[in-house]
């Protein structure tokens, strides 16, 4: 079974604070028609239920985003326990709060209890302006712990540009996992850029994890999606080869403590796995060693079983 760990569904313009997302994006889109934003923005689930199709994704899960205040995004929980509820043969959700917010830990816990989230995240403390150890952040975290349901975080650099970049430091992920020992934290896109200094916080904790959704598609198989955001370049395999062999098959021999996902709509699933399972060809013709074959499966099909331990369990 494979788990697409990270994808996102929102509604234009529900979901999105227009002064916000227009200060993010580059001039030459400041003069487009309400339409053009509702074409770019516009993301039903459908979209991705559409794309799965085609793939052999058998379940995806839905994260939240509270990014408002600095990159005009912010998705509530009931939008998404509701597209879950008309599909939970199919979907599940993560629930998403900024924790230093008064009331933070309470709604976890209703969204777990009551509404059946099965984990906390995306939380983004860049979008958030907080920082993970934060101690007013700490009930929301012992929450988490208590329910048993794992952060997912995006930890590193963000490209909100009211988004303060010192809130991205991946060593506050390390402070989170020495105090909450029994607390599973994933971190987004291996922490990109910040690949080295995300790889040792993995390979330091137990209890951390990390995605390598969004890094697929910088690895450029996805034309599509790709051109949305970037040129199309060979060095977008860095992206992916880089930390994949060095760090966690070379260095540090911790394949099983990575995890898949597309960032949908940043790539499609069956794209990714392509990617994934390509990977060998790649190195191969640039004469680089190969990641062995038993690491991309348990990459695609076991290691989320670890993680997100809700959902392995429902699939028994």
């Not at 952040?137 to 329910?147: D, I, P, Q, S, T």
């Not at 597309?262 to 796995?273: C, E, M, Q, V």
């Amino acid at each position: 079974m494979i788990l697409d760990c990270h994808m996102h569904s929102w509604r234009y313009p529900r979901h999105f604070r227009r002064d916000v997302m227009l200060a993010n994006q580059p001039a030459r889109r400041r003069s487009w028609t309400e339409e053009q934003f509702r074409q770019m923005w516009e993301l039903p689930v459908e979209h991705y239920l559409e794309e799965m199709k085609a793939s052999d994704v058998s379940r995806a899960l839905l994260l939240g985003l509270k990014a408002g205040p600095t990159l005009g995004i912010e998705v509530d929980n009931e939008y998404l326990a509701g597209l879950v509820r008309e599909r939970p043969d199919v979907l599940a959700w993560a629930c998403c709060v900024t924790p230093t917010e008064p009331g933070a830990a309470a709604e976890v816990e209703r969204c777990v209890k009551e509404l059946g989230a099965v984990a906390l995240g995306e939380l983004g403390p860049v979008y958030g302006s907080y920082r993970l150890d934060d101690t007013r952040c700490f009930a929301v975290w012992e929450v988490a712990r208590a329910l048993d349901v794992p952060l997912v975080i995006h930890a590193g650099p963000a490209q909100a540009r009211w988004g303060h970049l010192k809130y991205g430091d991946l060593t506050a992920v390390d402070e989170v996992a020495i105090q909450f020992p029994d607390l599973r934290i994933v971190i987004c896109h291996l922490g990109y850029n910040r690949y080295e200094e995300a790889a040792f916080v993995v390979a330091k904790h137990e209890n951390v994890y990390a995605d390598i959704s969004w890094l697929p598609q910088l690895a450029g198989f996805d034309r599509r999606a790709l051109s949305r955001y970037l040129p199309q370049v060979e060095y977008g395999w860095y992206h992916l080869v880089h930390p994949l062999l060095y760090y966690f098959t070379q260095t540090f021999g911790l394949t099983d403590k990575l995890v898949w996902g597309t960032d949908f709509p940043a790539g499609a699933p069956a794209k990714g796995i392509e990617t994934v399972l390509g990977v060998n060809r790649w190195l191969k013709d640039h004469g680089l060693p190969p990641i062995p074959e038993q690491s991309l499966h348990r990459l695609l099909h076991e290691n989320w079983r670890k993680v997100f331990t809700k959902l392995a369990d429902a699939g028994r």
